[in-house]
């Protein structure tokens, strides 16, 4: 974009009714360009290497907003539309924070979410051990600047293989600290640009993935903080689930967090080291 580009892009907002007095970037996201204009949060989506992990796709976001309107789960959205070849987003913004404490509330809120009718336009997320080794692998294959580490996670590929569940349900695809704002006493997840048909095992693995943790929250979850959490969970058959799983979403997650250690972020390097440890500690004989 050159450096004209945001005053042609909120002249062409205001044009269509869109108060947008004196707009500010916020900091944080990894996708997307995202300003604040009082009330009003503008979210432009950017075009680039596609994420091997995360989709970012406008449209499903949109989808999603409307889909789940009036439950409290998500933000108001108030409009949408392309400039320039680039799609854009208008919802209100949530006073509130980021999270950071009390993980049973989050599982309460995914119990609740899981519970959602799918709405149409959503593809099918990753079923089992089998379609998460084909997954892991397709990620491996583009850490090719590391290839003394892809080794060494291709031998710790998880031996329990864990069929597909039938129990597909809709799922956030990406509910990580960032994406939850806490206010008055409640919950929001924001940032729809993933959702899924979709085992819920994978919204429960990452929200408490380490890496994930670590980058959006600064801390990885206590043994004490992930016990609640899987207690709160409202349905016990996901949970056990989720516990057989738990070993294929660490070795996916390490050879995502091999991936973006490619762009030599240090901390990116910290959530790989993390999410390593959690693998080696999940995949031990002491812990099937």
Not at 48 to 67: C, G, H, M, Y
Not at 85 to 104: N, S
Request: hydrophobic residues 40%.
């Amino acid at each position: 974009m050159d450096k004209d580009f945001d005053r042609r892009f909120f002249q062409s907002l205001r044009a269509q009714g869109f108060d947008l007095p004196a707009p500010q970037v916020l900091l944080g996201g990894r996708s997307n360009l995202v300003w604040r204009a009082d009330h009003l949060v503008i979210k432009l989506y950017l075009k680039r290497v596609e994420n091997p992990l995360f989709d970012n796709d406008p449209t499903r976001e949109i989808a999603a907003l409307n889909a789940l309107s009036g439950t409290g789960m998500v933000p108001s959205a108030l409009g949408n539309g392309v400039f320039e070849g680039r799609d854009w987003l208008i919802y209100d913004h949530i006073t509130g924070d980021v999270w950071t404490e009390d993980a049973a509330h989050v599982a309460r809120l995914l119990g609740r979410l899981h519970d959602q009718p799918v709405f149409d336009g959503l593809p099918n997320g990753r079923n089992g051990s089998q379609a998460l080794e084909v997954q892991t692998g397709a990620i491996l294959d583009l850490c090719r600047s590391k290839p003394d580490q892809v080794d060494l996670l291709k031998k710790a590929r998880p031996g329990k293989l864990v069929p597909p569940t039938d129990q597909l349900c809709l799922i956030h695809g990406d509910p990580v600290p960032g994406n939850l704002v806490a206010h008055d006493g409640t919950l929001t997840l924001i940032d729809w640009q993933c959702p899924q048909r979709g085992d819920p095992a994978e919204d429960l693995a990452l929200f408490l993935s380490p890496a994930m943790q670590f980058l959006y929250r600064g801390a990885v979850l206590s043994q004490q903080e992930e016990e609640s959490f899987l207690q709160a969970y409202p349905d016990p058959r996901v949970v056990e689930r989720y516990l057989r799983l738990k070993p294929w979403y660490h070795w996916r997650m390490t050879a995502y967090a091999l991936w973006r250690c490619q762009a030599g972020e240090a901390r990116d390097h910290v959530a790989y080291d993390l999410e390593k440890a959690a693998l080696s500690q999940s995949i031990r004989p002491s812990s099937a």
